[in-house]
């Protein structure tokens, strides 16, 4: 074949700089292909050109012309490899190419006997990663001897280093006797093809009312030092699964699984996926996938997160096809990582379902957890007996006055020091391994490790200057605590100059001290501009999210998972959007954990309606617009009156603040930073300061309080109204933060 023109060409060529900076670097690469007219078309299928793991790649080759698919001849760095290919259609071609060498290759297609060429430059990274989430954290903690697999036993000891295991596939069926997936052998799938099946095997009813053998198909493996797990129904081993040859038992679709939590999520491999025996969604015919990094119990760090996500579909698709669509679901630290790669991956999500949501982990749970801290710290023990029970909730915000001890808890994520002598609402540096908690950072090991959320993104903001410590964008400087509490009465001027006056700050190692803590400058700007702090008007405008939960605002014994924390992702959305029409919320159903439950099952049924219609527009609408034209009518926001001996579902839009029936079942409640002002959006890390302002309040402050007030807030107090100080921007999608040099938005640890 003549190695003639490029008519389709990826550049991947770029200049990485060595040297940390706080600029974003350039590349040649870009995540839009400029494709020249040509008569043929080369597409990855199961990943970006330039994103290629594990030396696997599923390619197609089309023609657009009236020439024959049989015509084409197709190199692999100049070796024929026309014959790994099989006709998919009259007009294209499709293989399944393995043992790339690690960078880049190069792959050709043209006709027999022509001369224009079509080109496609491939870059493949190991299987262990990384490929854009920049430098794998050390040390990491392999447990593939922990992880309990549906048949029983374990997955077994790693292989080397990154924690690798080989590649296995179970088949396990439903004991109606023992009520569990029992192991079932390639001894009995024969007896199961001459009908001879176990007495025990239990039968699923799928959503079409067709009753077959309850039998999964499971695929264990690792990918970027995470274990995953594939499962679907599956009717006999003996049936032939690969990219052309799918489950006679799935439907074509994919939905991706994810686990909470973050407290503890650090330095390890994790030893539970998010769940993919879910027998509700096997009734509808999906397949399931998850891993360990897409728990946050194990990996708290959405960066890290996605990247997953992306090597993980790879595996999937390489396995078994492109699905018709994926959507992600999870719940709490599920909802963090389905919003984040949604907006910052565009792509490997078609739709989201999400509950106990939030916008993402860097800003407003941070925010809200970091005020909690500092507020139970000083009605404790600096202001003892200074304000009431029902004023230290005032000035909270929340539902429930034990949230604000409940939720200082949470800032352990952010403190890299166990205190074994503190109580619980101050303690921090948790790790789920005793094995690292040996070797965790302290004032007797300050290379230790640091267990908290920012060093586990230290590849996006970067080290404090000579140390191994994060940067961090945490900020309270200028913020007016209780502003709202006082100007509702429920304190006193006094108080609330006291509190500003003595509310603190905390340095990088989460101790409490008398200054307020500013962000780290460059920290705070690359929040914005990397997505670590969702921006929303990406991907994630793009596609349907149904928003989901129970009612915990008024727990007796507080909670985190506020309503206000969803209308924040809605606000942001609108900010950026015009509209949040693609974004349904739905309160106080019957949700469970599983999609068995009536309510849940129906919104995973909503949501297949919505995104076929998508699929199906053949408008010449933009996407955004498509995804609201296509949304079903019988899907609306709304709630459910439970009071009564009939559950009654009430389909009203749902709003933060009003007086309508779901408003009054489902109250929300602000956290501390929306009482001193903050916008809905709480997307603001470091606030513009003006000079304070008497029309702030409504109560009237003596001369010298006045006069004391101003010495409080010297630099001035927060102008919510004018965004961000660093005024950064989200800078696009794909973004890389090495080692691929393509979309590279910064380099910063090494």
């Given at each position: 074949?003549?190695?003639?023109i ?13 040297c ?8 040649a ?13 080369i ?22 012309d ?49 001369n ?5 430059r491939?870059?493949?990274f190991?299987?262990?990663?990384p ?32 924690c690798?295991v ?19 052998s ?13 007495e ?8 079409t ?10 695929e ?10 594939i ?12 990219p ?18 973050c407290r503890?999520g650090w330095?390890?491999?994790g ?14 015919g999906?397949a399931v ?5 897409n728990?946050?119990?194990q ?37 963090y ?36 801290r500092?507020l ?15 004023q230290?909730?005032?000035v ?45 950072y ?30 961090r ?23 609330f ?5 003595d509310?603190g700050?905390?340095?990088?190692d ?20 990397s ?5 929303g ?5 793009q ?46 159903g019957l ?44 899907l ?7 009071t009564?001996d009939?559950r009654?579902k ?5 709003t933060?603040?009003?007086s309508?029936?779901?408003?009054e ?61 660093s005024?950064?921007?989200?800078q ?11 979309n ?5 640890v090494?």
């Open positions: 074949m003549r190695k003639t490029l008519l389709y060409t990826l550049l991947t060529t770029a200049i990485i700089s060595a940390s900076t706080e600029e974003p670097m350039e590349t690469g870009s995540t839009e292909i400029e494709v020249a007219r040509s008569a043929i078309f597409e990855t299928l199961s990943t970006k050109p330039w994103l290629v793991t594990g030396g696997d790649v599923l390619v197609e080759v089309t023609i657009a009236g020439s024959s698919v049989d015509l084409l001849e197709i190199e692999l760095n100049g070796m024929d490899v026309t014959h790994h290919f099989i006709n998919v259609s009259s007009k294209s071609k499709q293989a399944l190419l393995k043992d790339l060498p690690d960078g880049e290759s190069v792959l050709t297609a043209g006709l027999s006997g022509g224009d060429l079509t080109t496609l491939i870059t493949n190991p299987i262990n990663g490929i854009i989430s920049g430098p794998h954290q050390q040390p990491f903690y392999c447990q593939s001897e922990e992880f309990l697999l549906i048949s029983g036993g374990v997955l077994g000891v790693p292989s080397d280093a990154n690798s080989a590649t296995r596939v179970d088949y396990v069926y439903w004991s109606v006797e023992n009520e569990a997936f029992q192991p079932f390639f001894l009995m799938s024969e007896a199961f093809q001459n009908a001879e099946n176990p025990d095997l239990g039968t699923i009813t799928l959503a009312g067709e009753v077959l053998p309850y039998i999964v198909r499971v264990t493996g690792t990918v970027n030092r995470a274990i995953y797990e499962a679907m129904l599956h009717q006999s081993p003996q049936e032939q699964v690969d052309w040859n799918r489950s006679s038992s799935w439907n074509g679709k994919l939905v991706y699984t994810h686990g909470g939590g503890s330095y390890q491999q030893n539970r996926t998010g769940g993919v025996m879910r027998e509700g969604l096997f009734a509808q999906y996938v998850s891993s360990t990094l728990v946050f119990g990996n708290c760090n959405d960066l890290l997160a996605s990247e997953t996500h992306i090597m993980v579909k790879e595996r999937f698709i390489e396995n078994y096809g492109v699905p018709e669509y994926t959507i992600a679901t999870g719940s709490s630290g599920g909802s990582q389905s919003h984040q790669t949604a907006d910052n991956y565009p792509g490997v999500f078609d739709g989201i379902i999400v509950a106990a949501s939030f916008p993402d982990v860097t800003s407003a749970t941070i925010f809200t957890v970091s005020d909690s500092l139970n710290h000083y009605f404790t023990e600096v202001a003892p007996e200074m304000f009431t029970l029902e230290q909730r005032a909270s915000g929340f539902g429930s006055w034990a949230s604000i001890a409940n939720l200082a808890r949470g800032a352990a994520r952010l403190d890299p020091l166990y205190q074994f002598d503190a109580s619980l609402e101050e303690q921090g540096g948790e790790v789920s391994i005793s094995a690292l908690g040996l070797q965790l302290g004032s007797t090991s300050p290379q230790g490790i640091r267990a908290t959320v920012y060093d586990h993104t230290a590849n996006v903001y970067g080290l404090v200057e000579g140390t191994n410590i994060a940067q964008p945490l900020d309270n400087f200028g913020v007016q605590y209780g502003l709202r509490a006082l100007n509702t009465l429920a304190i006193t001027p006094q108080q100059i006291n509190l500003n006056r509310i700050g905390f340095d990088h989460m101790n409490h001290v008398s200054e307020r803590h500013r962000a780290d400058p460059g920290a705070r700007k690359r929040a914005l501009e997505g670590r702090i969702l921006n008007g990406a991907g994630l405008s596609i349907p999210i149904i928003d989901y939960r129970s009612y915990l605002d008024d727990a007796l014994d507080g909670n985190i998972h506020m309503l206000v924390h969803q209308f924040s992702t809605r606000q942001r959305l609108l900010n950026q959007n015009g509209q949040a029409t693609n974004h349904v919320m739905q309160i106080g949700w469970g954990f599983d999609e068995e439950s009536p309510d849940l099952g129906d919104l995973f049924r909503q949501m297949d309606l919505w995104i076929t219609g998508i699929q199906d527009d053949r408008s010449g609408s933009s996407p955004s617009e498509k995804v609201v034209a296509n949304k079903p009518a019988s609306n926001d709304a709630c459910w009156d439970n009564g009939e009654i009430i389909d009203e839009e749902q933060f603040r009003g309508s029936r779901c408003n079942l489902y109250p929300a409640y602000p956290t501390p930073r929306h009482v001193a002002g903050a916008p809905l959006a709480n997307n603001i890390v470091s606030c513009q300061l003006r000079p304070i302002n008497s029309a702030d309040y409504a109560v009237g402050f003596t001369q010298a309080q006045y006069a004391e007030l101003d010495r409080v807030f010297p630099e001035g107090v927060c102008d919510w109204s004018k965004g961000d100080v005024a950064a921007n989200h696009g999608t794909w973004r890389s933060f090495g080692p691929s040099p393509v590279l938005l910064y380099q910063l090494n």
